[in-house]
């Protein structure tokens, strides 16, 4: 069951370089592109869904989901696309939180809203940020609503980092485990590491 404050943006912005290239969410992975792996997870977890993406956006026309481009130019990273995602949700007051997913995980955990959101409920305005595995991952987080001016000012002023932006506000870590020995936050960033997505996707059936 998905609440109706938290909007969802799924992180594709990126330039996948180590791939050689091209949309790493597009990949196929168990006969379905990548990205449809991460929308069955967490589409059903949020209010309204949408994608950062930069280029053509009718590469993305099947999946029938927004295409949200970055708002800042020079393709400044994973920052810029929350931005985008913060003023999409900023210009609908329904929703006074973004949770961010990147666009190359496609073992996300299907409680993952529900605890970065119970995590800020004393706390509405920490970013709730997702753990695993004794690491921190700060683009899988949940971000509270009116604080696009200062991430825009961050990224104006030359600011790249995640962390960086994170730790200036208030914060909440969640740790998530890495149940059967799957990290829920694997990333796909080379070829090796599709293939042994591909090696776990054959013994996921959640």
């Not at 299907?110 to 997702?130: G, H, K, M, Y």
């Not at 001016?149 to 600011?159: I, K, N």
């Not at 799957?182 to 776990?200: G, H, K, S, V, Y």
Request: glycine letters at 12%.
């Amino acid at each position: 069951m998905h609440d109706d404050a938290i909007a969802g943006l799924i992180l594709a912005g990126g330039l996948s370089s180590r791939m050689g290239g091209g949309d790493k969410s597009l990949l196929e992975l168990n006969g379905k592109p990548v990205l449809h792996h991460i929308i069955g997870r967490i589409g059903p977890q949020v209010a309204t869904l949408a994608l950062n993406a930069n280029g053509q956006v009718d590469r993305f026309a099947a999946f029938g989901l927004p295409v949200l481009p970055d708002t800042v130019p020079g393709f400044p990273g994973p920052l810029a696309g929350v931005l985008a995602g913060l003023e999409w949700v900023e210009a609908q007051p329904s929703h006074r939180t973004l949770m961010t997913v990147a666009g190359d995980t496609p073992f996300l955990p299907c409680d993952l809203a529900a605890r970065l959101s119970d995590a800020t409920r004393n706390d509405p305005q920490a970013i709730a940020v997702a753990g695993s595995c004794g690491r921190e991952h700060p683009v899988f987080a949940l971000w509270p609503a009116g604080i696009s001016a200062p991430l825009r000012a961050y990224l104006h002023e030359g600011g790249r980092k995640v962390f960086d932006f994170v730790r200036s506000r208030p914060i909440v870590s969640v740790n998530f485990d890495c149940a059967r020995g799957i990290d829920p936050f694997f990333n796909i960033n080379t070829p090796e590491d599709l293939a042994e997505a591909q090696r776990l996707m054959s013994g996921d059936r959640k």
